[in-house]
Nanobody
């Protein structure tokens, strides 16, 4: 299983950016999966920010820090999960990584689905920098 992120870059505060996480080694329309976006900036813990869980019919989870500004979606035909980020602020600057858990994840809850310990497969990450 491989995950490759793309779409990062330098933007100004208030602008938008869309990240992509393209998976290989499994077919999203054939298996149960959860794919979550994490971010980490220097000196801070890794933060789970958004998850999409096919085991729960595509249920989406968001961290409070991004709820209402970020939207996660998937295109199973393209084996890709997207993170649409709007109204970006400098505090959103970080390396953004996606991670996958294959198999059934039901009744775990938001905290569990955003826990990095749940995920076995990780991408390398893409840098997002928001200037003020």
């Amino acid at each position: 299983v491989q995950l490759v992120e793309s779409g990062g870059g330098l933007v100004q505060a208030g602008e938008s950016l869309r990240l992509s996480c393209t998976a290989s080694g499994f077919e999203m329309d054939d298996v149960n999966y959860a794919i979550t976006w994490f971010r980490q900036s220097p000196g801070k813990d890794r933060e789970g920010i958004s998850c999409i869980n096919s085991s729960e019919g595509g249920r989406k989870y968001y961290a409070n820090s991004v709820k209402g500004r970020f939207t996660i979606s998937s295109d199973d035909a393209k084996n890709t999960v997207y993170l649409e980020m709007t109204r970006l602020v400098p505090e959103d600057s970080a390396v953004y990584s996606c991670a996958a858990s294959l198999g059934i994840n039901i009744g775990i809850g938001r905290q569990g689905m955003l826990d990095p310990g749940r995920y076995r497969y990780w991408g390398e990450g893409t840098q997002v920098t928001v200037s003020s």
